[in-house]
């Protein structure tokens, strides 16, 4: 089974561009988690979602960032415009929930972005 | 607010000795406690969980101990081999509101040492 496909797994962009990141769930999970990882604040949650639906939001840091869920195994992750400040490597994660589900989460390889 | 307190944020060991890394939480609607590894450049991989019915589990090398009453659970990686030398996280869960976010702990960087 493939696992989470996130895309690009490098990015390199200017400030003030528009960035996209992807993210495809393991197929049958149904909640899908984004996380920005950094050496200064380690891994941090912005959003998750389940069944489509944004859960919890707030650690989203400003309104620059956005998330949507077009579908059910698909999420983007878009900053614009982006800043210096947003390089990080940003993971998503996917879980199947259940009631008393088991909270596993499968995480991507990341994308490393870098913003000049 | 860190939800979820973890030490020490690096840890060097002797090929053969034990690695133990501790986590804390205040949370008493935690009941999933998992720890997680993370090689450079690779996402966090489940490594073991726990959920607090039980103060011990263990898979292979790998254990977590839990502490219910002082809300504590570490990690001891018996005879630490350099393939273990990865940065670990635990974290913990609640599914009393029907959430499935992990609060993560902030890591701790593991040199074993050949």
């Known amino acids: 089974d493939a696992g989470v496909i996130q895309s690009p797994r490098h990015e390199v962009t200017e400030m003030g561009q528009e960035v996209t990141l992807r993210c495809k769930l393991i197929s049958g999970h149904n909640s899908l988690f984004w996380y920005r990882q950094t050496m200064m604040r380690g891994l941090e949650l912005l959003i998750y979602f389940n069944n489509n639906v944004p859960i919890d939001d707030s650690g989203m840091p400003e309104d620059r960032f956005s998330a949507k869920m077009p579908n059910a195994s698909f999420s983007t992750l878009k900053i614009q415009p982006s800043e210096p400040r947003d390089s990080a490597v940003y993971f998503c994660?996917?879980?199947?929930?259940?009631?008393?589900?088991?909270?596993?989460?499968?995480f991507g390889p990341g994308t490393r972005l870098t913003v000049t | 607010q860190q939800q979820v307190k973890q030490s020490p944020q690096s840890l060097i060991v002797q090929k053969g000795g034990i690695s133990i890394i501790n986590c804390a939480y205040e949370?008493?609607?935690?009941?999933?406690f998992p720890w997680y590894q993370q090689f450079p450049g690779k996402g966090p991989a489940l490594l073991i969980a726990i959920r607090p019915d039980v103060s011990e589990k263990k898979e292979g090398r790998f254990t977590i101990s839990f502490n219910k009453s002082a809300k504590q659970f570490s990690l001891h990686i018996m005879d630490s081999q350099p393939g273990d030398s990865a940065t670990y996280f635990c974290a913990a869960s609640s599914g009393l509101t029907g959430a499935n976010n992990l609060f993560f702990g902030t890591g701790t960087r593991l040199t074993v040492i050949p």
């Open positions: 949370n008493t609607a935690f009941d999933y």
């Open positions: 994660a996917s879980s199947l929930t259940t009631s008393g589900g088991k909270y596993e989460q499968y």
